[in-house]
């Protein structure tokens, strides 16, 4: 049970420090940097320490991390889908078209511009004479979704 | 580190995995409502992982079948996602927007895709794994389930000062 605990307070204050950081310096340290850095510091810990305990609290909290990594995208930036729920939580039943003027009201001009800039910011897509080209990065990314998209023949909608 | 202490490691990352395998498997038969086969996948694998700890209760200390379960839920969390992202992630559709057509412009890919494009698409997708009822022309919530997601991210969203 104490193993719990400290496992519970280790995400807890992983958790606070990320919201420190995001609310009052408006610096988001959810990166794969920090994921390799804990990764690393785990390592060691487990090396050195040889405990069985120790090691299945190092995986659930690495674990912790990335499900946080993956999971913290979707609350700081808004997404058409949430946008969508919302208004139909709000409206209750609603007419598709009085839906869809909503929908373009509330957030529709921001949204590409602002998943552009994220993939400009993060080095996916590089911007040259006003031209938009993938980065090996990105080119990586779309490979590894198409090759997922294949394997468990999911619908994309293009 | 003996082997029982090994397997109880090793043992969330093989349930995850032939939660992933059984996934496949459906998706291989049919791949309509991918969304409900994950969900319900997700409750299968989690029943069956509850009744190999029953099964092997006097083995395992709490501490083991927290670690086991976590594991799971984090693992599970994880594929949930890599299967949601090539089918709903913005970032990802206008990576491929850039990939077909060689160094668009901005303003091709704004006139490519139009919030329009993007608000079919969504109801398109809520409609096919029934998270939105048709009727007629009205559009209606059909899963009251869906409310305790949206709950759990407005809360969050409010905490990092996020407005819709």
């Known amino acids: 049970m104490e193993q719990i605990i400290y496992l519970t307070t280790y995400c807890f204050t992983f958790f606070l420090i990320h919201l420190t950081f995001y609310r009052l310096l408006g610096i988001n340290i959810n990166k794969i940097f920090i994921i390799i850095l804990i990764f690393l510091i785990s390592s060691l810990i487990s090396v050195k320490t040889n405990s069985n305990e120790i090691i299945l609290n190092l995986i659930s909290f690495n674990l912790f991390v990335i499900c946080f990594y993956i999971l913290i995208p979707g609350i700081i930036n808004n997404g058409p889908a949430l946008v969508i729920i919302d208004l139909l939580i709000k409206n209750k039943i609603c007419s598709k078209q009085k839906l869809k003027f909503l929908f373009n009201k509330n957030v529709a001009s921001t949204i590409i511009k602002n998943r552009l800039k994220i993939n400009i910011e993060t080095n996916i897509v590089s911007k040259k004479k006003n031209r938009l080209f993938l980065s090996n990065k990105g080119k990586i990314i779309i490979y590894f979704f198409n090759t997922i998209t294949k394997i468990f023949k999911l619908k994309t909608y293009e | ?164």
């Open chain 2, 1 to 164: 580190m003996n082997k029982l202490n090994f397997l109880i490691i090793i043992s969330p990352f093989l349930f995850t995995l032939f939660y992933v395998l059984i996934f496949f498997v459906a998706q291989q038969l049919s791949n309509k409502k991918y969304l409900t086969k994950l969900i319900y996948f997700f409750i299968f694998v989690l029943l069956l992982v509850i009744f190999s700890i029953v099964k092997f209760y006097i083995f395992l200390n709490t501490q083991q079948i927290f670690y086991i379960l976590f594991i799971f839920t984090c693992n599970s969390f994880i594929f949930i996602n890599f299967i949601q992202i090539p089918i709903s992630s913005l970032q990802v559709k206008l990576l491929r927007i850039i990939s077909k057509n060689s160094g668009p412009s901005e303003k091709k890919i704004n006139s490519k895709y139009t919030p329009s494009n993007i608000f079919e698409e969504r109801i398109k997708t809520f409609i096919n794994n029934g998270t939105i009822k048709k009727e007629k022309t009205m559009l209606k919530l059909r899963r009251e389930k869906i409310l305790a997601f949206y709950m759990f991210f407005k809360y969050l969203k409010t905490l990092y000062n996020v407005r819709f």
